[in-house]
């Protein structure tokens, strides 16, 4: 089956880094996707990792290691606008293309 | 500026009833998705479309109808055959299927 991973809640202080883990089991995996999206808004793309490495893009940073099934979104330089929920999704080729979800990573930061 | 619109923001929905979300989009993107999103869940597709007059069943199409009649538009029927239809849907397109999603301000439905 399908399943992705994520912790349900992370606590950071203002200024910090912050890492989100997602671990990920699917039979076509072609790329690992992040996502924000705060209280009662819509999700916005983030970043999209379809081979193994980082990608940077400012504050934002997102790993991906295929062989062990897994990525990360590093927040640098937290700010308070930060607080919100983090989704992982891996679009998968069995399922035609779509997009798989995870639950969500609540991000609570603290001044 | 282009963008996608969703409405309404909220909508009320009587026992037995089929209600309607619209979706409109002018970023001539060809492919359409709806999904729903539960309270402290993850999204789950219901419906999605690649191209006009065309679109295939998600992971929770059950109860639910969309239409595809319009590259810029992609309605979606919540019909009463729907029996825990609260939820926050949420309309997203991408140029195309590999592409990245854009979504759409939601609709917010509540059952009265």
């Known amino acids: 089956g399908q399943s992705l991973e994520q912790p349900s809640e992370v606590t950071a202080v203002e200024g910090a880094i912050v890492q989100i883990n997602c671990t990920y089991q699917t039979s076509g995996f072609y790329g690992l996707s992040w996502y924000q999206q705060h209280d009662g808004g819509a999700p916005t793309f983030l970043s999209y990792n379809a081979l193994d490495g980082l990608e940077e893009t400012g504050r934002f940073s997102s790993f991906l290691s295929r062989s062990d099934s897994y990525g990360y979104l590093l927040l640098q330089e937290l700010q308070m606008k930060d607080s919100a929920s983090y989704f992982c999704?891996?679009?998968?080729?069995?399922?035609?293309?779509?997009?798989?979800w995870g639950a969500g990573t609540k991000l609570i930061i603290k001044p | 500026d282009g963008g996608i619109t969703q409405s309404p923001k909220y909508l009320f929905r009587k026992e037995g009833q089929n209600v309607t979300l619209s979706c409109e989009q002018n970023?001539?993107?060809?492919?359409m998705y709806w999904y729903r999103q539960d309270p402290g869940q993850g999204l789950r597709l219901i419906y999605y479309s690649q191209i006009v007059n065309d679109f295939q069943k998600g992971d929770i199409a059950e109860g639910y109808s969309v239409s595809r009649e319009k590259k810029e538009s992609f309605p979606l029927t919540v019909t009463s055959a729907q029996k825990n239809p609260t939820a926050f849907y949420l309309c997203?397109?991408?140029?195309?299927?590999?592409?990245?999603?854009?979504f759409g301000p939601g609709t917010r439905l509540l059952v009265l």
């Open positions: 999704a891996v679009r998968d080729m069995d399922s035609n293309y779509q997009l798989i």
């Open positions: 970023l001539n993107h060809d492919a």
């Open positions: 997203a397109s991408s140029i195309g299927r590999e592409e990245t999603q854009y």
